[in-house]
């Protein structure tokens, strides 16, 4: 990489960085310059959640392997993982290839953190919880998705050094409510696969319609279900109801998308589309019992959502017509929605979390002068 010209004193090691993370690596790479350099593999555990690469950051590739989708191996240049003074990884277990490192590094005295959620996704008591946090036994410090994981892994390991970054989309100047919109639609973001319960969504949607005629559904994503998708909208008779978009990451794009919305819908676990709604000021209507992702510490029903009973197409329906005939108490709220986003669910909030951490290493390191 042209932007290291010396040994770099920060190496950060991941199994893929997902397009997502595009602002607050940007921000991050800003503050370390050439001390930092960047290894990521482009296979994503979820074959559907789109990667960076060298074009889109100053990134090494690695070669990754995965066995049966349920393990991962990664070709690393071990002589720089064992030197650099700081290492920052995946905190993911099956990342097989980083346990033999941690412990290595852990024998030299090199300082190792790792940076993701604080459970597995079945939560806190999962049958694995224990493999996680042995893993974290091995590293210096962790960055944790979530202020309420890291309070909670603090319970877990007091005297490890636990720094949280919300997971976050935006850069701060790019959260905002657009005043003004129609409000006349509910859109999907995200990816369509079985787990998030799109059909679940177009099977509500349909009932619902019937008494909110004016509304319209937008899906925004791709994923192996796409066109299974498609086919139901038509059985359902939506033709002309719900629109398709594939996959758009264009911030204009989605920005004008979400100033007609009047929520967006997670009728399966949530994750960041629930911090990429609000920091438009849209509520979100989540289903209430899923295993959701870390982000799930953002939503508050009542106050910039709707929970309403897992796996019910009544129950959704009612949700979405609860919603519709609500939608201008809930445009009233947009501002403060995207303003209390755009507080704590930045790129920025996001970026200086893990450069806490980072600094913090180095100090403790004895790297800088």
Not at 214 to 231: H, N, Q
Request: hydrophobic share 45%; proline share 6%.
């Amino acid at each position: 990489m042209g932007r290291n010209k010396r040994a770099p004193r920060i190496v950060f090691s991941f199994m893929s960085i997902g397009h997502y993370r595009r602002e607050p690596m940007g921000l991050i790479l800003d503050h370390f310059g050439g001390d930092l350099q960047i290894f990521a593999g482009r296979l994503a555990v979820d074959r559907s959640i789109r990667t960076l690469g060298p074009d889109d950051l100053p990134v090494t590739t690695l070669p990754t392997y995965s066995f049966a989708d349920r393990v991962f191996f990664q070709l690393v240049p071990l002589g720089t993982y064992l030197k650099v003074p700081v290492l920052l990884a995946d905190l993911n277990p099956r990342v097989i290839h980083l346990w033999p490192i941690l412990v290595a590094r852990r024998v030299l005295g090199k300082r190792t953190i790792l940076w993701g959620a604080a459970w597995p996704r079945s939560g806190r008591d999962s049958k694995t919880t224990h493999v996680r946090l042995a893993m974290v036994r091995l590293a210096s410090s962790v960055v944790i998705y979530t202020q309420q994981q890291a309070r909670e892994l603090r319970l877990e390991l007091p005297h490890l050094e636990i720094t949280a970054a919300p997971n976050s989309l935006y850069r701060a100047s790019q959260c905002g409510f657009a005043e003004g919109g129609l409000r006349n639609k509910f859109a999907y973001v995200g990816r369509i696969v079985t787990e998030k319960k799109v059909e679940l969504l177009l099977r509500a949607f349909a009932h619902a319609a019937l008494s909110i005629p004016d509304v319209s559904l937008t899906i925004v994503g791709d994923g192996p279900a796409l066109d299974e998708m498609r086919t139901l909208a038509n059985q359902l008779g939506l033709t002309g109801k719900v629109e398709f978009l594939g996959h758009v990451d264009d911030f204009e794009a989605l920005r004008k998308l979400y100033s007609n919305c009047i929520a967006a819908v997670s009728p399966g676990y949530v994750g960041l589309s629930a911090t990429q709604s609000f920091s438009f000021g849209v509520p979100m209507i989540v289903a209430d019992s899923e295993p959701h992702s870390p982000e799930i510490e953002a939503v508050r029903p009542g106050s910039n959502a709707h929970y309403f009973p897992s796996d019910s197409v009544s129950a959704l329906a009612c949700a979405l017509e609860q919603m519709a005939n609500e939608r201008t108490d809930w445009e009233q709220r947009g501002i403060s929605i995207a303003e209390e986003c755009r507080k704590t669910y930045s790129a920025e909030a996001m970026a200086a979390g893990v450069i806490q951490a980072v600094d913090t290493e180095i100090r403790n390191s004895c790297a800088v002068p």
